[in-house]
Nanobody, 123 residues
Framework: QVQLVESGGGLVQAGGSLRLSCVASGRTFSSYAMGWFRQAPGKEREFVAAISWSGGSTKYADSVKGRFTISRDNAKNTVYLQMNSLKPNDTAVYYC????????????????WGQGTQVTVSS
């Protein structure tokens, strides 16, 4: 069992930056691939970024490439999402998720989810 807790969301102006953190419980964090997803009101859950257990492989949605960076610190059981050059359409609840296998873009393949953190970007 893995429990995930996100933090770092908030209100920021367009062009600003935020760093989200997701802390995992359990001693097996380093064996999980991790992903970030987001969901805006009235929209489906959307893939943002994913990282392999070692951190050696990452994936990004086209909409965030070059602006967002996913990273992890296995010693701290934490995965991060650095978000730069934020846009109003980045506004959403951001969720982190853990996958026993490999970093995937499909939300339904993830095994554990956090409760989400709200990110609001004003224009």
């Amino acid at each position: 069992q893995v429990q995930l807790v996100e933090s770092g969301g908030g209100l920021v102006q367009a062009g600003g930056s935020l760093r989200l953190s997701c802390v995992a419980s359990g001693r097996t964090f380093s064996s999980y691939a991790m992903g970030w997803f987001r969901q805006a009101p009235g929209k489906e859950r959307e893939f943002v970024a994913a990282i392999s257990w070692s951190g050696g492989s990452t994936k990004y949605a086209d909409s965030v490439k070059g602006r967002f960076t996913i990273s992890r610190d296995n010693a701290k059981n934490t995965v991060y999402l650095q978000m730069n050059s934020l846009k109003p359409n980045d506004t959403a609840v951001y969720y982190c998720a853990a996958d026993r296998n490999y970093p995937t873009v499909n939300w339904f393949e993830y095994d554990y989810w956090g409760q989400g953190t709200q990110v609001t970007v004003s224009s």
